[in-house]
């Protein structure tokens, strides 16, 4: 299940974590009325919102930088007690051509420098820490995560760390593991990848770019949850922290990515439509799958 696309001298493939249960377009987006999906019914699965869990892995020869972890193994109670599965998915995508996919001695994880967070919500952290006997280690040991400093200070002030156990367990042991870096502003992670501060979704949400050959694409995180998004940029997510922020960053890139023809990866579309073009169509601009 995976979908690729070639950037420069960087290979971008989408792999599944997990699929949660369905939605009410009214749960996800309460603003939008009923009517308004009249046009959009193509991108519902039996008049619901499907999510997909996605995560992007990013290689070149010298550098495998995962961006995002998905909701982690679980069972997950909060999502009808599904379970993740990115472990297995990495494998085929990470393991080197001559490598037997059954040879279990070679760890697909250890070849990841790098794991960049877009933000840090449950669905997009869940896979960075294992626990054995209550002592959490790093399922990327190799790895440095890469995290935005606005949503790190957001996210453990203690109110609000108590509503999210998550970075309790997903987060904050990586410090002591001496495995984080919290990053600020456009950061250079490596030759031709940068984050981007595109913040709305959540306070120090950042989008990942990749920059290689003359090609790019961006990596939008959750200014995308919904391809009638793309169409309807100020539809905003329930779970938008600011949504007039939200509404005018997906503006933002949505232009730019048409404008200056970007590729753009959206982990929670559908497989297959991951990775595609903004393009404008009879006078709409629509999403088109690579
Ligand atoms: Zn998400």
Not at 55 to 70: A, E, K, Q
Not at 82 to 98: A, D, F, K, S, T
């Amino acid at each position: 299940m995976a979908e690729k696309t070639t950037v420069g001298s960087y290979e971008i493939t989408a792999v599944i974590d997990m699929v949660p249960p369905p939605r009410p377009t009214s749960a996800m987006f309460p603003d939008v009325p009923d009517t308004a999906w009249t046009d959009h019914q193509d991108v519902l699965e039996d008049g619901q919102l499907q999510l997909y869990y996605g995560v992007f892995v990013v290689r070149s020869d010298n550098h495998t930088i995962l961006v995002d972890t998905g909701m982690g193994p679980g069972p997950h109670p909060s999502r009808g007690n599904i379970v993740g599965n990115l472990y297995e998915e990495l494998r085929p995508v990470m393991l080197p051509p001559n490598v037997d996919i059954h040879n279990t001695n070679v760890s697909p994880s250890d070849q990841v420098n790098y794991v960049i967070h877009t933000h840090l919500h449950p669905d997009h952290v869940g896979w960075n820490l294992r626990y054995s006997g209550g002592m959490p280690a790093p399922n990327f040991r190799r790895a440095r995560y890469i995290i935005p400093k606005d949503d790190y200070d957001y996210f453990t002030q203690p109110e609000i760390l108590e509503q999210n156990p998550h970075v309790q367990q997903q987060i904050m042991p990586l410090r002591r593991l001496r495995l984080q870096q919290i990053v600020e502003g456009e950061y250079e992670v490596t030759d031709g990848v940068s984050t981007m501060p595109a913040v709305g979704h959540t306070p120090g949400h950042q989008v990942v770019l990749v920059n290689s050959g003359g090609e790019k694409a961006m990596l939008v995180g959750d200014l995308l949850h919904c391809i009638a998004q793309v169409t309807e940029p100020s539809w905003c997510a329930s779970v938008d922290y600011d949504k007039a922020a939200s509404h005018a960053n997906r503006e933002m890139l949505l232009d730019k990515a048409e404008s200056e023809d970007w590729i753009v990866c959206a982990g929670h579309f559908p497989p297959g439509k991951q990775i595609g073009k903004v393009v404008t169509e009879g006078g709409k601009r629509v999403w088109q799958s690579l």
